[in-house]
């Protein structure tokens, strides 16, 4: 199958308003439906039941034991095992993903639902508000502002919330950076931690938008800082490899693939992009987003929001704004 999206019965657990998803699978919504009906939409009105645990030694099974320390997640709704964790595992429910949004879509600041789901049969959950304070970079560039918030049920990632930005002209994602606050561009909170929606919303400056704005700040200034050839080259190295040292021997496929990306892909002719540090930025992130090697688009997509992709574009802009200083 091409998409991770879950298939319940014949239907995607998918919910999307404005214009379908990558997958082109889910259910179209209103802009101003419901959380529950987002919930039912988006095949995220169960829970993840935490059940206790039994082995039986031996071959004849005749002796039951209780399993310490140790308990299933179970999707109430099909039965389904989602995986084995620590008993000091916190989960955080599905309604609890979509619930994060309440109070920013109530208080009128701009915020909406633009997209929820789940993935891999439920072992992970997410969902995607956009709003409606978006920018552009030098009058050409338009830059869409969202607020991503996914969890897991299977061990392998911590609740992810994270403030990001979609670059209309090519479709590519990229994270707020660090504004000069010190305010975080990412929270990653680990399942054995207690999920503080109020906390992690000051943490990211969402309602004070003094994160957003910093973001602004620092496109801007990235836009008029204009790159030399060689600090291009120099920029790549950094960012893919670290040093020129590391660079493969005899693989320069990705270095290449960057220069043409740079010199000629898509969003590099506006004024923005065209020769400067904002536009080294959007080379890596058209490279995560749409042109690295994957085995399908929902494996880039994955690595993109969560993975060493996410963590490739945060070195991109953290070098990007060393050239800029």
Not at 151 to 176: E, F, I, K, W
Not at 212 to 233: C, G, H, I, M, P
């Given at each position: 199958m091409a998409h991770e999206i879950t298939i319940l019965n014949g239907r995607a657990e998918t919910a999307w308003v404005a214009a379908p998803p990558?997958?082109?699978?889910?259910?179209?919504?209103?802009?101003?439906?419901?959380?529950?009906?987002?919930?039912?939409?988006?095949?995220?009105n169960w829970t993840a039941q935490p059940c206790s645990l039994f082995y039986a030694p031996g071959t004849d099974h005749t002796q039951v034991n209780p399993v310490t320390n140790y308990k299933a997640l179970v999707r109430s709704d099909t039965g389904t095992v989602l995986s084995v964790v620590s008993n000091k595992y916190r989960e955080i429910q599905p309604r609890q993903?979509?619930?994060?949004?309440?109070?920013?879509?109530?208080?009128?600041?701009?915020?909406?639902m633009e997209t929820a789901g789940t993935l891999r049969g439920g072992k992970r959950v997410w969902a995607l508000a956009t709003n409606a304070d978006n920018f552009k970079v030098t009058q050409d560039d338009q830059i869409n502002r969202y607020l991503l918030l996914a969890t897991s049920y299977d061990g392998m990632m911590a609740t992810v919330v994270q403030p990001t930005t979609v670059r209309v002209?090519?479709?590519?994602?990229?994270?707020?950076?660090?504004?000069?606050?010190?305010?975080?561009a990412l929270m990653q909170i680990p399942h054995q931690a207690?999920?503080?929606?109020?906390?992690?919303?000051?943490?990211?400056?969402?309602?004070s938008n003094a994160a957003?704005?910093?973001?602004?700040?620092?496109?801007?200034?990235?836009?008029?800082?204009k790159v030399s050839r060689d600090e291009v080259a120099?920029?790549?190295?950094?960012?893919?490899?670290?040093?020129?040292?590391?660079?493969?021997?005899?693989n320069q496929r990705n270095l290449?693939?960057?220069?043409?990306?740079?010199?000629?892909?898509?969003?590099?002719?506006?004024?923005?992009?065209?020769?400067?540090?904002?536009?080294?930025?959007?080379?890596?992130?058209?490279?995560?987003?749409?042109?690295?090697?994957?085995?399908?688009?929902?494996?880039?997509?994955?690595?993109?929001w969560?993975?060493?992709?996410?963590?490739?574009?945060?070195?991109?802009?953290?070098?990007?704004?060393?050239?800029?200083?």
């Amino acid at each position: 199958m091409a998409h991770e999206i879950t298939i319940l019965n014949g239907r995607a657990e998918t919910a999307w308003v404005a214009a379908p998803p990558w997958h082109g699978l889910g259910q179209q919504l209103p802009a101003d439906a419901s959380l529950d009906v987002w919930a039912t939409a988006a095949g995220m009105n169960w829970t993840a039941q935490p059940c206790s645990l039994f082995y039986a030694p031996g071959t004849d099974h005749t002796q039951v034991n209780p399993v310490t320390n140790y308990k299933a997640l179970v999707r109430s709704d099909t039965g389904t095992v989602l995986s084995v964790v620590s008993n000091k595992y916190r989960e955080i429910q599905p309604r609890q993903v979509l619930e994060f949004y309440r109070s920013l879509i109530e208080a009128n600041t701009g915020w909406r639902m633009e997209t929820a789901g789940t993935l891999r049969g439920g072992k992970r959950v997410w969902a995607l508000a956009t709003n409606a304070d978006n920018f552009k970079v030098t009058q050409d560039d338009q830059i869409n502002r969202y607020l991503l918030l996914a969890t897991s049920y299977d061990g392998m990632m911590a609740t992810v919330v994270q403030p990001t930005t979609v670059r209309v002209v090519c479709a590519n994602t990229l994270a707020q950076a660090v504004g000069s606050d010190g305010r975080k561009a990412l929270m990653q909170i680990p399942h054995q931690a207690i999920f503080r929606p109020d906390l992690i919303k000051g943490e990211l400056g969402i309602e004070s938008n003094a994160a957003w704005e910093q973001f602004k700040a620092n496109a801007d200034r990235l836009a008029a800082r204009k790159v030399s050839r060689d600090e291009v080259a120099a920029f790549f190295i950094e960012v893919l490899y670290g040093d020129e040292d590391k660079v493969p021997a005899g693989n320069q496929r990705n270095l290449t693939l960057l220069g043409s990306l740079y010199e000629g892909g898509m969003g590099q002719h506006t004024v923005s992009a065209k020769g400067t540090a904002w536009g080294l930025v959007n080379t890596i992130t058209r490279f995560v987003d749409h042109e690295r090697t994957s085995s399908s688009a929902d494996s880039r997509l994955n690595a993109a929001w969560f993975g060493a992709g996410n963590r490739l574009k945060s070195r991109a802009v953290e070098a990007a704004l060393k050239l800029a200083a």
